[in-house]
């Protein structure tokens, strides 16, 4: 066989072998790259489908307030044509406690939207925590000193802190001022004559920024033992200026039912009481803050003080991106929108699906 | 000899065709994913949501007209993520930097994002500024 002859059929043979590694080879090279440039403007589309949510009122526009409607189309924001500003009801009925609440499959219907899946969230911007540091019986009094924490992810928030005290039909206020370190104290004298489950309620309103407003609930027993966890005896669905209470037993008997908010505090006047349902309208407080709704009373000889906030957050709604078959490419935004002309973050995680 | 040649050269060919196909390979890897814009593009609806929100009762405009730089800095601390680097310029009407003290957390290092927003003051003399507000990921 002339040399020429197998030279050539050698190079014939490496053309066919780099030929066919080449097509094997590529597109597991171009995957990446095409897979790339395919979801490029997912997180644009995802983004505006996030801020949708929230510059739309949703079909009917007031939604929110009507306790049977379901919005035939979903949108959080508020009818007073404010950027990102929400509508409290609509926000409130997004939480699962709430009994008016709209749940996951119906905000999904009313989205119109298959394959995204979703998360929302809205808390406080800051967080406001409550320790109580001493109790002191003396005789006849009792006192109590309670540390305040104001942190923004572990950074101190210098704020303004209104207090109440709440224990049966006894309401102490007062407001002082945390250092700049974000730590502040409060301190109550309270008769023993009085006794049963107690609330410390700490509003916090950062000084840089007078509607970025926090609060913190704290529990504890007054001459009595440590309550029971918040909403045991009764369930509180706060919807358009009416309290929903639900009491949880035939035994369970509300003594005095309040609303509070930075500045105010007011008694809830009663609208109707049926069985195990009792229901109060609360005053719209001009100032910019939330509104802790707060029920004392007995279940048995058991006493009890129970709350919810309006707007009732933190929420959460939606799916659990932590689970394994949603994590990856979630797309996250933070937003700070408006509420009652308070602040709060609301975060929000899409995320394609199917 | 000139046959001898004929199966040399075709040799060279094959290499010659292994290198442009290596090349073209090597250039496909090179042309990475495009890169993930989307984490600048949330820091940049962050940064415009925040003066957006601090505008939307005119407190920003009342800020940046008393020249209280601190209220500013403190205000924006609270409303960006805390993991984010900010650098706020102001400018009056005419462009010029009214800022005389830096608006700002930290240096800004890395991917760096900028947000532009128009204040208008509600005073007496009508007053536009320009607020160009940078923001990078503190790694």
């Given amino acids: 066989m002339p040399a020429t002859t197998i030279d050539t059929f050698f190079a014939c043979s490496l053309l066919v072998v780099l030929v066919v590694s080449a097509m094997a080879v590529m597109p597991k090279i171009m995957y990446p790259f095409m897979d790339g440039l395919a979801h490029k403007n997912d997180d644009e589309r995802l983004q505006q489908f996030a801020q949708y949510i929230l510059l739309n009122t949703g079909t009917p526009s007031d939604w929110g307030k009507n306790r049977t409607t379901l919005p035939s189309t979903f949108g959080l924001a508020a009818d007073d044509a404010l950027a990102y500003s929400l509508d409290v009801d609509k926000v409130s009925r997004l939480n699962s406690r709430n009994c008016y609440a709209i749940d996951y499959a119906e905000l999904l219907d009313a989205l119109k939207v298959s394959n995204i899946a979703l998360k929302i969230s809205i ?9 109580l540091l001493s109790s002191i019986n003396n005789g006849n009094q009792t006192s109590y000193d309670f540390g305040i924490s104001t942190t923004n992810s572990g950074l101190a928030v210098a704020s303004d802190l209104s207090s109440y005290f709440v224990v049966g039909d006894c309401v102490r206020n007062t407001v002082i001022s945390t250092g700049s370190n974000g730590q502040g104290t409060v301190s109550f004298t309270v008769q023993n004559s009085v006794n049963g489950s107690a609330l410390l309620i700490v509003f916090a309103k950062a000084k840089a920024n007078p509607r970025v407003v926090s609060f913190g609930v704290y529990s504890f027993g007054h001459n009595v033992s440590t309550p029971e966890p918040n909403q045991t005896f009764t369930a509180l669905s706060p919807l358009n200026r009416v309290l929903n209470a639900s009491l949880n037993s035939a035994d369970t008997i509300v003594s005095n039912a309040y609303a509070f908010s930075f500045g105010y505090w007011a008694n809830l006047t009663q609208l109707s009481n049926a069985t195990q349902t009792i229901e109060y309208s609360f005053p719209n407080f001009l100032d910019q803050s939330a509104t802790i709704l707060a029920l004392t009373g007995f279940n048995g000889t058991k006493s009890f003080a129970e709350w919810t906030a309006y707007p009732q957050v933190p929420l959460n709604i939606g799916v659990n991106f932590d689970s394994s078959s949603l994590k990856g490419n979630v797309a996250s935004f933070t937003y700070i929108v408006t509420i009652n002309a308070a602040m709060y973050e609301l975060q929000m995680k899409c995320k394609e699906v199917g | 000899m000139r046959r001898n040649n004929r199966g040399q050269i075709r040799v060279m060919e094959a290499f010659l065709s292994a290198f442009l196909i290596f090349s073209a390979l090597a ?30 009762d005119g407190k920003l405009g009342e800020m940046i007209h008393t020249e209280n730089w601190t209220a500013l800095t403190d205000a924006l601390r609270l409303l960006l993520p805390v993991g984010a680097a900010y650098n706020l310029t102001v400018y009056d009407g005419n462009m010029q930097q009214i800022t005389n003290s830096p608006i700002s957390n930290c240096d800004l290092v890395g991917d760096v994002v900028s947000v532009e927003y128009l204040c208008a003051v509600q005073s007496v003399q009508f007053e536009v500024y320009t607020l160009r507000l940078q923001l990078a990921v503190v790694r």
């Fill in chain 2, 27 to 56: 250039i496909s890897m090179a042309l990475s994913p495009p890169a993930v814009e989307g984490n600048d593009r949330a820091l940049a609806a962050q940064g415009m949501q925040a003066l957006v929100q601090l505008d939307s």
């Fill in chain 1, 123 to 131: 808390q406080p911007v800051f967080n406001t925590s409550i320790t």
